[in-house]
């Protein structure tokens, strides 16, 4: 189990390898750079800690803070200094902001990407670390990790959130290394996909995390242990003259109910716009063309 350590606060007394940055959605390029930080933890006998601030960085997220915590296990880390993102944290000199970690944490070793920024204005960056580094009186040593690029751009939260507001969820996908999703709790709708031949499950947007674009996508969802393909509609249903945006999904082959439970949407490909329909069976001629889409490409 991780352990939340809250910047300027708690203690962590074990030796520790120290990797900074914001790790606000743990994509590829966070997934090279923690590799790279567990083997020199492994190797220098040092816990692993990761350096997170708590709600972002202001705006909404492509992962929340519980979902990060659930994505470093596998990297063997063992505590998070967890930080709130505020004007006072904003405003603290690197040379403090160092200062007031080392005087809880014992670091031993520090580890960021090339492009990390800090400090107040974001004036430091990684070869300030390097200097920091180079003083024997500090104590400690650093390791840069050079960018991941992904078809010739650099990997960034700010590209995964441009696509998948966007739309284009496939690309989102191979930026973060896994499908973007979002998890809710099933809400009580009108029932009227059940009487459409297509029972969905109804839950609304989690409001900290990217909104997808409006429109209807494929999704895979796991209900237990049994995954399942399907369509979702995020945003209004015009052909009903309902505006609201809720999340709608059809689970082929799902029997049952699931209200109240918690349910994690995957988000696989965008298949279409929303779009309002004269008459209730072009809609269903247009969901079972979206199914059958959808269960040609799984």
């Avoid at 296990?73 to 505590?79: A, H, L, P, T």
């Avoid at 040379?95 to 004036?123: H, P, Q, T």
């Avoid at 992904?150 to 973060?176: F, H, P, Q």
Wanted: charged share 30%; hydrophobic share 40%.
């Amino acid at each position: 189990m991780l352990e939340i350590i809250k910047y300027n606060e708690d203690e962590y007394a074990f030796p520790s390898l120290l990797v900074l940055g914001c790790f606000d959605a743990i994509h590829i390029g966070h997934a090279e750079l923690l590799k790279k930080a567990k083997l020199q933890a492994k190797i220098n006998g040092l816990d692993l800690g990761i350096m997170m601030f708590v709600g972002g960085k202001g705006g909404r997220q492509v992962c929340n803070f519980e979902e990060r915590q659930r994505l470093l296990e596998q990297y063997n880390v063992k505590f998070i200094l967890a930080i709130d993102y505020t004007e006072e944290f904003k405003a603290t000199p690197a040379s403090k902001f160092l200062e007031n970690i080392e005087s809880k944490i014992n670091v031993k070793a520090y580890m960021s990407g090339r492009d990390f920024r800090f400090g107040a204005g974001a004036k430091a960056k990684s070869s300030t670390l390097k200097a920091y580094a180079e003083d024997e009186e500090n104590g400690v040593w650093y390791m840069p990790v050079k960018d991941v690029t992904y078809v010739g751009e650099k990997v960034s939260t700010t590209l995964i959130k441009n696509c998948i507001e966007g739309g284009n969820l496939v690309k989102a996908g191979a930026l973060l290394g896994r499908p973007y999703a979002v998890t809710g709790f099933v809400i009580e709708g009108a029932n009227r996909g059940k009487e459409l031949g297509f029972p969905t499950i109804n839950m609304k947007y989690p409001v900290e995390k990217v909104e997808v674009k409006k429109g209807v996508y494929k999704v895979k969802c796991t209900v237990g242990e049994e995954e399942f393909i399907g369509i979702c509609n995020y945003g209004a249903r015009p052909t009903f003259n309902e505006s609201s945006a809720i999340l709608e999904v059809h689970l082929d082959g799902f029997v049952g109910t699931l209200y109240g439970r918690g349910v994690t949407v995957e988000f696989i490909e965008f298949l279409r716009d929303t779009q309002k329909f004269d008459s209730v069976e072009e809609l269903k001629k247009q969901l079972k063309i979206d199914l059958q889409r959808a269960k040609l490409k799984v």
